[in-house]
């Protein structure tokens, strides 16, 4: 079995035992919590390549492209073709329209040669002419008009014709590449197509693993918020603590609970996009099994690329070349038009009625074989026009594929740098995360010393809420700039 097609059946039975979890999870009581179903991120690919409604559409392409070489190369070999017909005719054929009065020849044996039979004059013996200045014919033979009519009302026919290409100035042998081609050509747009669709569901997939970390961030940020105004309120209990300061650190926990009912919906809709990407009913709570978004397995950004491997390993530049391959063989199609064509052609013809043996009404027939030749001679330069319009074209094409060069070589250094760029965010947000924790712990300390207020340490906490956040996205951002820049440098698997 191929590996696509082990690939197409995991992914279905992946597919098939989420949706039917899926299922079982919508008919729990209300108020249970329902499960959630774990899912790699290899698996998402796979669910997503498997069904996304594009990737079907380009191996539909590809499907086309290969039967129209099939076509193409059919066009080496003898063409068979069977024709026929029925005829109806108002009026019998009649080749005379009256009697025929046809002179007769007698043999001569002094001239030893056959002679008219004329009417003579008795006294000098010469031939006499009619009223008409012909010779009268002393005897005739009788051809009745009747006996040359021939019935043609009801006539059937039909070929069998056999047409075998010689030399069709090189059209068919340039038909068959440019087939080839434009075959090629589909199946590198389809893994293009793939590239994207894997991008897709890794942004997903990451966006569902970001909001994820953020939502226990913010349950975190609540129980610390909590556990300040359980504080607080026994201070304010004992008379350490005004009513203000009560107030505003439940106020602040009231944001803090807003804030996370905003991520739980938040995750709930990222959730759906993951799901509707794999194919899967989009009440589906899929759960990425990589729920921490550190990079301990991330190598770093090189500095330098060689892009003429970069352009041999993109898909899409891939697709673009045999493009212009394909440009070159439809010029040589349009030349094809001013060369000669050569073709043998052999075909068995026949009908009802025939005349093959005399006239008779029943089937006959008989082959017949030759040679067809067409020469164009002049066309007022329309066949010419058409080539250096095919070439024209494939001047275009080639300028594409130098113009999407120069962009590919941009888009890769840009991504390189946006990678690079996403690596140092990274650092910093560590950093800071560093300082936002130990800050946090110092002001906790602090106002349990009784030498910061309420204020002090809701800041310090706000800080460490911002730095973790900063920090997750940092994660997250390095992991789609390191899968966009392997996708743009062709090596994205």
């Not at 002179?103 to 004059?121: H, I, M, R």
């Not at 030498?451 to 800041?459: A, C, I, L, W």
Request: net charge negative; charged share 20%; with cysteine.
């Amino acid at each position: 079995m191929r590996l696509s097609n082990i690939m197409i059946l995991a992914s279905a039975m992946i597919a098939g035992s989420l949706s039917a979890g899926a299922q079982n999870m919508t008919a729990a009581e209300p108020g249970e919590t329902l499960a959630t179903v774990p899912v790699s991120l290899d698996s998402c690919r796979s669910m997503a390549l498997a069904y996304n409604k594009q990737m079907r559409i380009a191996d539909e392409k590809v499907k086309g492209s290969g039967y129209q070489r099939k076509e193409a190369s059919a066009a080496y070999f003898p063409s068979i073709d069977f024709t026929g017909g029925y005829l109806y005719n108002q009026k019998k054929l009649s080749i005379f329209d009256s009697d025929q009065l046809l002179p007769t020849k007698t043999f001569d044996l002094e001239t030893q040669s056959y002679q008219f039979n004329l009417v003579k004059n008795p006294v000098t013996g010469e031939p006499i002419k009619g009223p008409d200045g012909q010779y009268v014919p002393e005897t005739v033979a009788l051809i009745p008009k009747s006996a040359m009519e021939y019935d043609i009302h009801n006539v059937f026919f039909g070929a069998v014709t056999l047409t075998q290409p010689i030399y069709m100035g090189g059209k068919i042998i340039a038909m068959n590449k440019l087939t080839h081609y434009a075959e090629e050509a589909a199946k590198a747009l389809r893994d293009n197509q793939a590239e994207d669709v894997i991008y897709s569901v890794d942004a997903a997939y990451w966006q569902v693993v970001s909001v994820k970390a953020k939502q226990e961030l913010a349950v975190s940020y609540v129980a610390l918020l909590d556990s300040l105004r359980h504080d607080v309120q026994c201070l304010y209990d004992q008379g350490m603590a005004t009513r203000a300061d009560l107030l505003s650190v439940e106020v602040k926990l009231n944001s803090a609970q807003v804030d996370l009912t905003k991520v739980d919906n938040g995750l709930v809709l990222s959730r759906m996009l993951l799901a509707q990407l794999c194919g899967l009913p989009v009440n589906t709570p899929v759960d990425p099994v990589d729920s921490d978004p550190s990079l301990s397995d991330y190598a770093l950004v090189p500095t330098s690329y060689d892009m003429n491997e970069v352009y041999s390993r993109r898909d899409d530049l891939r697709a673009l070349g045999y493009a212009v391959k394909a440009g070159e063989q439809h010029a040589k199609v349009a030349m094809s038009s001013m060369l000669p064509n050569v073709a043998l052609i052999g075909s068995y013809e026949f009908s009802n009625p025939n005349m093959y043996d005399g006239f008779k009404k029943r089937f006959s027939g008989a082959f017949s074989v030759g040679a067809a030749v067409t020469i164009p001679l002049w066309h007022w330069g329309g066949n010419y026009n058409k080539y250096r319009a095919a070439k024209s074209e494939a001047v275009v094409r080639k300028l594409q594929y130098e113009d999407a060069c120069e962009m590919v070589d941009l888009q890769v250094k840009q991504s390189a740098f946006k990678a690079r760029e996403a690596v140092k965010t990274h650092t910093m947000t560590e950093t800071n995360l560093a300082k936002a924790n130990e800050n946090l712990r110092q002001a906790t300390l602090a106002f349990k010393e009784g030498m910061m207020t309420p204020d002090n340490v809701m800041e310090a906490q706000t800080a460490w809420l911002k730095a973790n956040s900063e920090n997750i996205d940092a994660m997250i951002d390095v992991r789609l700039c390191d899968v966009y820049l392997s996708k743009v440098l062709g090596t994205l698997e």
